[in-house]
């Protein structure tokens, strides 16, 4: 099957929204074949001939596209022209999601990419300062079934800068719902860019 010049797996019609899965080289290559098109041309080819099926019309407007497996993606679109509101809220969840995500929530300690909620840095700092007190030399630190050694000053400078990433982190992404939440132009909300000025990524190196 093919929808336009694109191979498909399938689409489901609902009265407000058409999804489709696709087969495409990349998202933009999706969204020009696809995207904003009063009508939609449903082929088959078992025969190696497009011969037509039917026509889907009237499914203009992009509601999401999400890459669900390498090259194969699903389109949702919708007969609804969006609003301000409604792609605001979009770009805010995006930009919820984001803060969320390994791309602004991780750091690299050796060799070994990691995270460290706020409750867990929290304890860790509770116990190794106990553990400081008590004299102890070293602490360890478990992460995915891999033991670390670490001195106890190095660790407690190493959770104090990680604290203080995830502060500048969290202050970026509020910088960025703040700015979204003052723009009405449905342009300049879709192609608003949610990933900018986030601090490096922490690297701490056992062997220094």
Known sequence: MKIE?????????????LRILVCAENR????????????????TDNTG???????LKGYLYPD?????????????????????????????????????????????????????????????????????????ETTTLWFDAVQYEIPVDTALQMLAALELYALDCYNVTQSHIASVKLLDDISMLTEYDHTTGYPDKLVFNLNT
């Open 64 to 136: 999401s596209l999400t890459e669900i497996s390498e090259g194969c993606f699903e389109l949702v679109l919708t007969n609804k022209a969006p609003t301000s509101q409604s792609v605001r809220e979009k770009v805010i969840a995006k930009i919820e999601a984001y803060d969320k995500s390994e791309a602004v929530n991780s750091f690299t300690l050796g060799d070994k990419r990691m995270w460290l909620d706020k409750e867990t840095r929290v304890g860790l700092v509770n116990s190794i300062n106990i553990e400081k007190a008590a004299g102890k």
């Open 5 to 17: 010049t694109l191979k498909s797996t399938g689409y489901t019609k609902r009265e407000d929204t």
């Open 28 to 43: 933009q290559q999706v969204n020009d074949v696809l995207a904003g098109k009063e009508v939609l041309t449903v082929y």
């Open 49 to 55: 001939e497009d011969i037509f099926v039917e026509d």
